[in-house]
């Protein structure tokens, strides 16, 4: 067999490459998508550290992946050491996984960093204006917000305060691989990025 079949449809492995990616991208636009929240993995100081994030923008064509997150948060802070991620996306309606693996780049004062912050929602800008940033120790059970914007989002001008905190993690795929639970066997493929985004495939053993 040349193909796997799926809902009706028989994927070849450039077919299930595309696939994936228009996935991921539909996940990207829609926040009610299985996809939308994926998990991030990458090397700290005490080892390997796993985090759900909101995937936030898909680049089909540059093969990148993007989450927003706060410059004073450990992740960013070990990615500068160590700019290798993984991230791990799962469907349970459709028992379909995809795991990817690249290398970060970090956007702060740029004009990546810029637009996304002008398209930001107010209730996203808000998360970043805590005065203590991720993982500060509290003495109580708090969201770190002032006290202002526990229960209402802040003025257009107000959230600029937030800007500094702000920043992009962009992911280079070097990989991909796709695996499908299915009670009468499964299916595994992997994908292996060029410099040019072109890529090599295989079927795997599950």
């Given at each position: 067999m040349n193909g796997v079949l799926i809902e009706g449809i028989t994927y070849d492995l450039p077919a299930l490459e595309k696939d994936c990616w228009l996935r991921l991208l539909n996940a990207s636009l829609h926040y009610k998508d299985p996809l939308h929240n994926p998990v991030v993995a990458n090397v700290g100081a005490q080892g390997i550290n796993q985090r759900t994030v909101v995937l936030r923008k898909v680049d089909t064509e540059k093969k990148q992946l993007s989450f927003h997150t706060d410059i004073?948060?450990?992740?960013?802070?070990?990615?500068?050491?160590?700019?290798?991620?993984?991230?791990l996306f799962y469907n349970p309606a459709g028992r379909m996984q995809i795991r990817l693996g690249g290398t970060a780049t970090l956007h702060h004062q740029d004009e990546l960093a810029d637009a996304a912050w002008q398209n930001s929602t107010l209730s996203s800008r808000k998360i970043y204006l805590g005065?203590?940033?991720?993982?500060?120790?509290?003495?109580?059970?708090?969201?770190?917000?002032?006290g202002a914007f526990e229960s209402a989002d802040p003025t257009a001008a107000e959230s600029e305060a937030g800007r500094k905190n702000f920043g992009i993690v962009t992911t280079k795929i070097n990989w991909m691989e796709w695996l499908w639970l299915?009670?009468?066997?499964?299916?595994?493929?992997?994908?292996?990025?060029?410099?040019?985004?072109g890529f090599d495939a295989t079927w795997l053993i599950p």
């Open positions: 004073r948060s450990g992740k960013w802070n070990e990615l500068q050491i160590n700019p290798a991620v993984s991230w005065e203590n940033g991720p993982s500060s120790i509290a003495a109580s059970p708090v969201s770190g917000l002032p299915n009670s009468k066997g499964h299916r595994r493929a992997s994908f292996k990025y060029n410099p040019d985004n």
